[in-house]
Each structure stands twice: as C-alpha cells, then as structure tokens.
C-alpha cells in the first residue's frame, strides 16, 4: 500500500472505495503521521469551528471506511484518539524527506553524482500542490509551506550536485527555468551563473549576476549575499576552483555484465580479466595446434575460449566454428565448412559428449572426426575437469588434450577486478568505492563462482542509483551466493500456483544428475519442452529472467551454477536424482521413436522397461502425450512377446 499525498490524494495498493469526507480524515492524519488526533482536531480538519452534532459518530464512520480500504493496522485507536500507522517507504511525504536527508548526506561526502540523482528522486514524487484536500486547515497549510520550501531548497540542491558531478552543460536550461519559477530565490541565480562559467560562457555569468542585483534591489531593497559577491570576484578572476571535469558519458542501456550467460564472441570488448590467460592459451594452441581448457564448472572456460580465443582469430581474419556436442555430437559437426580454408574448431561444453550422448558407437566417430581434425587444422576443447578421466578411453583425443592442457584456476585479485572495473568504465558506469574490495573478497580463490559474481554485478545494475553501481544495490541482491537464488525464487513467486507442478516439471527436464549425482544441463529440443501453451509462457518467463536460453529452437539452462546457488531446484533434483535420469532417457527416446514413425525396435523392453513403469508409477510426473504413448506402446508390445513365448 502506497499514500501519495504530494498532490492529489492517490492510494494505490489499497482496496475499498472512500469518499470526500474520509479524503479530508487520511489526509488529517498524515500531516504529522504517527501523531494522535482526536475526534475534535479531526473534526475540525473537516468543517473548521462549525461541526455538525454527529461529527463524532461521522469521524468514525470515514476512520471505518479508510481501515477496509488501507487494511486494519494502518489506523490505530487510542484513547486520546486516532493514529495513522505507515512507514517511509508507504506515505510519499515520509519517503520524501528521506531521500532529500540521503541526497545532502552524499552531496556531504562528495557523492554528487548520487546525490543529484537521489535528490531527482525525491522531487519526482511532487504531483502537484501538498494536502490539497485540507481546504484551509490551519495545520495542513503550515506543513504544506514546510515541505514546499523543502522542494524549493531540494531543486538547488540537485542543480548544485548536478554541477559538482560535471554536467553543466545539461543543467543550463533547468538553470534558467529555476530562476524563472522563483526569482526571489538568490542561490538559484548564483548557480545559473555557476553553470554558465562551467561551460565557458564568463560574460553571460557575469550579466546574471548584475542581473540579479537588480532584481534584489528593486524587489525586496537588499544587496547580493557575499556568497554571491564572492561567486563574482571568483569568476572575474578565472578561479581554477569553479572548473570542474565534464561528467562521463551517458551511460549505455545495455548492462555489461552477462548474469550466467558466458562471454560470447560478440562480447569481446567487455571481456575482461583473462589477458594472462589469453595469452597463454594462445601460444599453446599455434605451437601445439590443439587446446584443451581444463577446469572446474563456473571458472570461465566457456567465456575464454568464445570472447577470448575464437574472438582473437576471427578478428585476424581466421574462420572459427564453435560447437557443443549435445545428445548427436556427429551432428554437431555438419557446421564444418566442406570447402575453403580449415577453421579454427572449438568444442564448447565437451563434457555433453559423455553427460548427453548414450551412443557410444557415435563418441568413438566423434571422437575420430575430432582427431582427423587436428591432422589438418586447428582445434581447442572446454571441458570440465571432473570429466577428465572418461576421456582416457580414447587415446587419440586424450594424446592431444595432453599435449594441450591448460588448467584454468581461479582469477587472482587484479584480474578480479579488471572483470569487475572494466565493462563498468566501459558503459559509463562510477562504481561506489568499497564495492569492488567487497566483491573481491567474497570470491577470491574460489573458481567455480564467475558465474555468481556475473549475475550479482548484473542484479546490481538493475539496482543502481542514476549510473552508479552501490554497495547498497548490491546487498539488496542477497550477495554473490544469495543473487541467483533470490532471483529463481522471484521468478518462482511470480508463477500462478496451479501451474507451479509444470514450472517445476519444465526445471527438471533441463537437469540430468550424473551416477555421482553432480547436475549436467540437459539440451533439448524446444518442441520436447513447450508442449502447451502454458509451457511456452514459462520458458518464456525463464527466458526474460536470464536462467534459461532458447535459441536456434533449442532451451537448456543458462549456467549449471543455477542449481548449485538455488536450494529449491536442488531440492528438487535431490527428491529422485535416478528418476531424473529415467526422465532424461524417456524424453530422448520417445522422440526418436517418433521421428522413426513408431517402429517397434526402438520400443523399451526388459530392465529398462521395468523400471521406467516403476518410477511412472511412483512419481507420477507430468509426462508428454509422445512419452506417454511411448510407454504405452512399449508395455503392451512386451506383453505381446511374452504371450507370444508362452504360447510357444
């Protein structure tokens, strides 16, 4: 519930209808809320020094009707009388005084910037005339007066911040509308002066500062101030001190941090932190000829190897071809040129040769095209290190990873904060100090947590105050280890709940737990996934949330540090890790068994069978008509064999 009282009464969250009468009550206890008004002081807000004699039993009747509309706590009964019961954040006055003390605060401590954008806050909650429903009450006009002086003195407060922080070259026209709307009001000439110096304009400072001598004169008999006598001295005398550096650019709409999402080749320009690295990959693959970047899930490999290798080759004119292996890695590989000059191949997520694809006949004839490759071109694979060791079982591709290696560890402090730093003063962005120190230390030394540090700088963004990126926004997060599980859960509160159990449903098919029980993002098909309308509307909500990705008719989700950072999927995945690899091969199966229109050899028989129904029956998940039938149709055919051996 919100009051807003800085024009006409507006109350928005609140439910019911209220009339005139109870306008003038609300509007009465919010002069001074949290202040005991009695039925009298009540009464005469509402008709001066001629109530009527029900005014008694009238006050109560609006004090009834405002409690249904505002809910029954926000008006207190006491026997002295009544007290309206809000906070800051819920009556528009109350916040804006706040934000005016926060605006002077920084201003104080040389935050202009901040300053100038909290106290644009503050006064864009005016809508109009203060109390308006008072109709002359005394102590309604008096606090009126009080918070328009308030908004007055906040106008220059705001322009002189905005000066400080280097923009007086956007302010010379608010300047000027400033003096106009209040002539009288001296600091308001003294700072469109200031602002006309500032932008190199000295005579035009100069003539409104003889301007406003006049004004003073003639209006009100006084002379200039000395602050303003000593504005004029200053700017004859070209004092450096007046200068200020003009403020950065405006700053790009576009957060440059990625959240989950890896670097990508177009992204190269705000990739930073992993020069070292780069380096190093570099060399190794032009005098090995292959590069296997090595390390632990949320390290980075993907970002490396996309914004940093395959983006340097491609700016050297070199053909690159990015690939991810998915459940058919043979097919991954018909984006390969069949003419023209060997690229530059890059095997992204090269763990989904082993967590997605269950053909072993079709890894061996990866794995062979892989090293025919290497043969003839150039070749670098991202794979996570606890997959290191299936690999073994191909000599040919684990000779090159060998040869190859690089073990990518975590970031050390500096290049922490070229990560941080560098999209920030790339887009414009000042960055509150203490706020890069703070994010160094919650993620130094550990390096499976890019991915987090990513989505909380991204989550900060949003919360930013004008362009400044505060420690405040990023608290308000829930931190590096809190951000992305705040936003699943917000997401998650935003889903109707009958449409919760296919939310949950939809998560689950994205996830496959390895034997070990480790989470692996599972690829699939759009067409798998959104089966139904409803369906489409939450990957769509995921989507826009930046925790799925769909893209070339494909979803999965954004980064596998979802599950680990948000409790309740893993909760989720927990409840039946071997069910979800029962899941994982259904869906497979079912849709190949389709594609082939049906065939009887590709139906589920014995073991697999079995346990299938079992979990079916067990967990009753939401399966889809093509799974449903599958398992249907593979039941009865296995009773039919079996009837059929027995007749035999």
């Given amino acids: 519930m919100r009051i807003a009282l800085l024009g006409p009464l507006v109350i928005d969250g609140g439910v019911?209808?209220?009339?005139?009468?109870?306008?003038?009550?609300?509007?009465?206890?919010?002069?001074?809320?949290?202040?005991?008004?009695?039925?009298?002081?009540?009464?005469?807000?509402?008709?001066?020094?001629?109530?009527?004699?029900?005014?008694?039993?009238?006050?109560?009747?609006?004090?009834?009707?405002?409690?249904?509309?505002?809910?029954?706590?926000?008006?207190?009964?006491l026997p002295q009388g009544y007290r309206l019961q809000v906070s800051s954040d819920e009556l528009d006055t109350l916040l804006f005084e706040h934000l005016v003390g926060r605006g002077r605060e920084l201003l104080t401590v040389g935050e202009a910037e901040r300053a100038s954008y909290t106290l644009g806050q503050a006064l864009d909650l005016w809508r109009g005339e203060a109390f308006v429903d008072l109709n002359g009450w005394e102590p309604g006009l008096v606090e009126a007066g009080r918070l328009d002086e308030l908004r007055l003195?906040?106008?220059?407060?705001?322009?002189?911040?905005?000066?400080?922080?280097?923009?007086?070259?956007?302010?010379?026209?608010?300047?000027?509308?400033?003096?106009a709307a209040a002539p009288l009001r001296e600091r308001r000439w003294g700072l469109l002066a200031l602002a006309q110096y500032q932008a190199g304009r000295q005579a035009e400072a100069l003539r409104t500062l003889r301007r406003v001598r006049m004004v003073l004169a003639n209006e009100l008999g006084l002379d200039p101030s000395p602050d303003l006598v000593a504005l004029e001295q200053a700017i004859l005398q070209q004092d450096p001190t007046l200068l200020v550096e003009p403020a950065i650019r405006e700053p790009s709409a576009v957060c440059p941090y990625r959240g989950l999402l890896p670097y990508d080749i177009d992204d190269s320009d705000t990739f930073f932190g992993r020069d070292a690295d780069l380096a190093a990959c570099l060399e190794r693959l032009s005098t090995v000829g292959a590069l296997a970047v090595v390390g632990p899930s949320g390290?980075?490999?993907?970002?490396?190897?996309?914004?940093?290798?395959?983006?340097?080759?491609?700016?050297?004119?070199?053909?690159?071809?990015?690939?991810?292996?998915?459940?058919?890695?043979?097919?991954?590989?018909?984006?390969?040129?069949d003419r023209g000059p060997v690229p530059l191949l890059i095997v992204d997520q090269f763990e989904?040769?082993?967590?997605?694809?269950?053909?072993?006949?079709?890894?061996?004839?990866?794995?062979?095209?892989?090293?025919?490759?290497?043969?003839?071109?150039?070749?670098?694979?991202?794979?996570?290190?606890?997959?290191?060791?299936e690999v073994s079982a191909y000599p040919d591709v684990s000779r090159l990873i060998e040869r190859g290696l690089y073990l990518l560890g975590a970031m050390a402090e500096d290049d922490l904060r070229a990560a941080i730093e560098g999209p920030a003063r790339q887009a414009g962005l000042p960055i509150e100090p203490g706020l890069v120190d703070l994010l160094v230390h919650e993620v130094e030394g550990e390096?499976?947590?890019?991915?987090?540090?990513?989505?909380?700088?991204?989550?900060?963004?949003?919360?930013?105050?004008?362009?400044?990126?505060?420690?405040?926004?990023?608290?308000?997060?829930?931190?590096?280890?809190?951000?992305?599980?705040?936003?699943?859960?917000?997401?998650?509160?935003?889903?109707?709940?009958?449409?919760?159990?296919?939310?949950?449903?939809?998560l689950l098919r994205l996830v496959v737990p390895t034997e070990e029980g480790e989470p692996v993002r599972s690829r699939l098909p759009r067409r798998l996934v959104a089966t139904d309308e409803q369906r489409?509307?939450?990957?769509?909500?995921?989507?826009?949330?930046?925790?799925?990705?769909?893209?070339?008719?494909?979803?999965?989700?954004?980064?596998?540090?979802?599950?680990?950072?948000?409790?309740?999927?893993?909760?989720?995945?927990?409840?039946?890790?071997?069910?979800?690899?029962?899941?994982?091969?259904?869906?497979?199966?079912?849709?190949?068994?389709?594609?082939?229109?049906?065939?009887?050899?590709?139906?589920?028989?014995?073991?697999?069978?079995?346990?299938?129904?079992?979990?079916?029956?067990?967990?009753?998940?939401?399966?889809?008509?093509?799974?449903?039938?599958?398992?249907?149709?593979?039941?009865?055919?296995?009773?039919?064999?079996?009837?059929?051996?027995?007749?035999?």
């Avoid at 005991?36 to 008709?47: C, F, H, P, Q």
């Avoid at 993907?302 to 043979?330: C, D, E, Q």
């Avoid at 931190?479 to 449903?505: L, T």
């Fill in 16 to 77: 019911g209808k209220i009339g005139p009468r109870d306008r003038v009550v609300l509007t009465a206890l919010a002069v001074r809320p949290g202040e005991v008004y009695s039925t009298d002081r009540l009464a005469d807000a509402l008709w001066g020094d001629r109530p009527p004699a029900s005014s008694k039993k009238i006050v109560q009747g609006c004090v009834a009707r405002l409690r249904r509309a505002l809910g029954q706590e926000a008006i207190e009964t």
């Fill in 153 to 179: 003195d906040s106008e220059e407060i705001r322009l002189d911040g905005a000066l400080q922080a280097g923009h007086h070259l956007e302010v010379l026209t608010e300047a000027q509308d400033l003096v």
């Fill in 299 to 337: 390290s980075g490999k993907s970002s490396l190897v996309r914004a940093g290798i395959a983006a340097t080759y491609r700016r050297n004119g070199h053909r690159t071809v990015i690939v991810t292996p998915g459940m058919h890695p043979t097919d991954a590989l018909t984006a390969m040129p």
């Fill in 352 to 389: 989904e040769v082993f967590s997605q694809c269950e053909d072993l006949d079709e890894q061996t004839r990866f794995f062979a095209a892989l090293a025919e490759h290497a043969g003839k071109g150039l070749l670098v694979m991202a794979l996570r290190a606890d997959r290191m060791g």
């Fill in 447 to 506: 390096p499976g947590a890019l991915p987090l540090l990513s989505h909380a700088l991204r989550e900060t963004w949003v919360r930013r105050e004008g362009r400044t990126l505060t420690v405040e926004g990023y608290q308000a997060t829930g931190g590096i280890r809190g951000a992305v599980a705040q936003s699943a859960e917000d997401v998650y509160e935003r889903v109707d709940p009958d449409q919760r159990d296919a939310f949950r449903d939809l």
């Fill in 536 to 648: 489409e509307q939450l990957i769509e909500l995921l989507v826009g949330a930046r925790l799925v990705t769909s893209d070339d008719g494909v979803v999965e989700l954004t980064h596998e540090a979802l599950v680990r950072a948000w409790p309740r999927l893993r909760e989720w995945l927990d409840e039946d890790a071997d069910g979800q690899r029962i899941r994982h091969h259904l869906t497979v199966a079912a849709d190949a068994w389709a594609e082939m229109d049906r065939p009887d050899s590709e139906l589920y028989r014995g073991v697999r069978l079995t346990r299938a129904l079992e979990w079916r029956d067990r967990a009753a998940p939401q399966l889809t008509a093509t799974e449903q039938a599958f398992l249907d149709t593979s039941q009865a055919h296995a009773a039919d064999e079996l009837r059929d051996a027995v007749q035999r």
